[in-house]
């Protein structure tokens, strides 16, 4: 029995150490890391308006960027903070000779959690839609951007009373304008 979970503890241990070398061997692990903020209006019943701070990282091989950070908004007239997430896929990337401009759109996918202090939990997961302007400055080392995204999301109930309360609630769209700095390493 302990050799048993001695073995399962071992074979999780070298497959992370054979991932982390996979992910420095390949270089998928240079990264632009940075801060964005955000904010805007929401077109859905009883969702206001909300805010966020995020992280975010770029990576270089890959045309992805993930964030997590604070959030903020109002629910059913009721104010929440909480936490996001989100991963984008770029799909556009274009260059034009307008001072080093760069377009960028593409797709990716959103999710939060937000508690009140009534002690109510919010949460949406969606999709994401969203085009941008980036300004890359010192030889590539910062970049800054702003982008606008549509994000249509799903609240799954109003609230989530008990565990597996994830049936279809209301649909919306928020419209975000977000911000951001990215130093790359």
Sequence with gaps: ???????????????????????????????????????????????????NVTGTLKFFRIPLVIGFGIESGSFYDDFAIGASAFADYWLLNLQKDYENWLFYSGVGLSGDILFSANK?????????????VDWPLMDNFLELYVQATSNIFIIPGNTFQKAGDFLLGDVGVRIPVEMGIRFHF
Excluded: W
């Design 120 to 132: 109510n939990t919010f949460g949406s997961y969606g999709l994401r839609i969203f085009f941008g």
């Design 1 to 51: 029995m302990f050799l048993n979970k001695l073995f399962k503890c071992h074979k999780k241990f070298l497959s992370f150490v054979f991932c982390v070398c996979f992910l420095f061997c390949t270089r998928v692990f240079a990264i632009g890391a940075g801060v964005q903020i955000g904010g805007g209006p929401s077109f859905s019943d009883g969702v206001g308006h909300f805010e």
